[in-house]
């Protein structure tokens, strides 16, 4: 009997509205985070695995929550979409890097003349070309293989205690300029990664187009479609491991700079 009293308050009003802001925070994260949303993960593993990590963090925010317990729903709604826009704001920043990697398969199914040959997307549910998906896939495997996970789970973590549970106010100017610097990074990435290939294809395109000058009588349309294809995959060969190094510096870097949103 004298572990009743610890045990009810364990389940007070209090304690279940905390868990379920920090629950909610996860799954904004979960909802947009690379990998865990990049691939069709079943919802079952997610919201457990939300749970889960929603139940380690507990014992650790719980003390430090404090903030006016919700008397309506409204209010209680208000502290759940907030929380929420935090973790999806976080995951939204991360994808960000993803975005500027499957530009750069745009760019390069675009020289390489293969922009008209899509593939379906089954979590986006659109169309987008080969060499996107192709460097989607590469990212995600450097993605797991510098363990970028722990990254953002560092990151979701500092959130907690830069705007903690039943946070009510709006973003301050240094995290708004900072996801700002960062969503322009997305640009400076792709370009970086895509110019090597992308510049060789265009002198290719230069100097079969001074070749159609030349002779006339070739069909030089017939013969540009196949040899560039051919040119684009070995120089995606070529290139991969300076691809792959390329990003994973680079994927440091904006992962790093993501925590310091929280510092």
Same mark, same amino acid.
């Given at each position: 009997?004298? *572990?009743? &009293?610890?045990?009810?308050?364990?389940?007070?009003?209090?304690?279940?509205?905390?868990?379920?802001?920090?629950?909610?925070?996860?799954?904004?994260?979960?909802?947009? #985070?690379?990998?865990?949303?990049?691939?069709?993960?079943?919802?079952? @593993?997610? $919201?457990?695995?939300?749970?889960?990590?929603? =139940? $380690?963090?507990?014992?650790?925010?719980?003390?430090?929550?404090?903030?006016?317990? &919700?008397?309506?729903?409204? !209010?209680?709604?208000?502290?759940? #979409?907030?929380?929420?826009? $935090?973790?999806?704001?976080?995951?939204?920043?991360?994808?960000?890097?993803?975005?500027?990697?499957?530009?750069?398969?745009? %760019?390069?199914? $675009?020289?390489?003349?293969?922009?008209?040959?899509?593939?379906? *997307?089954? @979590?986006?549910? !659109?169309?987008?070309?080969?060499?996107?998906?192709?460097?989607?896939?590469?990212?995600?495997?450097? =993605?797991?293989?510098?363990?970028?996970?722990?990254?953002? =789970?560092?990151?979701?973590?500092?959130?907690?205690?830069?705007?903690?549970?039943?946070? +009510?106010?709006?973003?301050? #100017?240094?995290?708004? !300029?900072?996801?700002?610097?960062?969503?322009?990074?997305?640009?400076?990435?792709?370009?970086?990664?895509?110019?090597?290939?992308?510049?060789?294809?265009?002198?290719?395109?230069?100097? %079969?187009?001074?070749?159609?000058? @030349?002779?006339?009588? +070739?069909?030089?349309?017939? @013969?540009?479609?196949?040899?560039?294809?051919?040119?684009?995959?070995?120089?995606?060969?070529?290139?991969?491991?300076?691809?792959?190094?390329? %990003?994973? *510096?680079? +994927?440091?870097?904006?992962?790093?700079?993501?925590?310091?949103?929280?510092?």
């Amino acid at each position: 009997m004298p *572990d009743a &009293p610890s045990l009810l308050t364990l389940f007070s009003p209090k304690n279940i509205v905390v868990f379920m802001l920090i629950f909610t925070r996860m799954s904004g994260l979960f909802a947009t #985070a690379p990998f865990f949303s990049t691939f069709q993960m079943p919802e079952q @593993v997610k $919201i457990w695995f939300c749970a889960l990590i929603s =139940f $380690i963090l507990y014992p650790i925010l719980s003390a430090k929550a404090q903030f006016i317990m &919700p008397n309506s729903m409204p !209010e209680f709604a208000i502290l759940i #979409a907030i929380e929420f826009c $935090i973790g999806f704001a976080i995951g939204f920043i991360a994808n960000l890097l993803f975005a500027g990697v499957s530009m750069v398969g745009e %760019l390069i199914s $675009i020289q390489m003349g293969l922009s008209m040959a899509n593939v379906l *997307d089954p @979590v986006s549910g !659109e169309s987008s070309t080969i060499m996107s998906s192709l460097y989607t896939y590469l990212a995600v495997l450097v =993605f797991i293989g510098l363990g970028a996970y722990e990254y953002l =789970f560092a990151a979701i973590y500092k959130s907690f205690f830069a705007m903690p549970v039943g946070f +009510m106010g709006v973003f301050n #100017a240094g995290v708004i !300029e900072g996801a700002m610097t960062l969503a322009g990074q997305m640009f400076q990435i792709a370009f970086g990664l895509a110019m090597p290939i992308f510049s060789v294809l265009l002198v290719c395109d230069i100097l %079969l187009g001074m070749m159609n000058k @030349v002779m006339p009588q +070739m069909n030089i349309f017939m @013969v540009s479609l196949p040899f560039k294809v051919f040119l684009g995959l070995v120089l995606i060969l070529l290139f991969l491991k300076g691809s792959v190094t390329y %990003l994973m *510096d680079v +994927m440091a870097q904006y992962l790093q700079g993501i925590l310091h949103l929280f510092t």
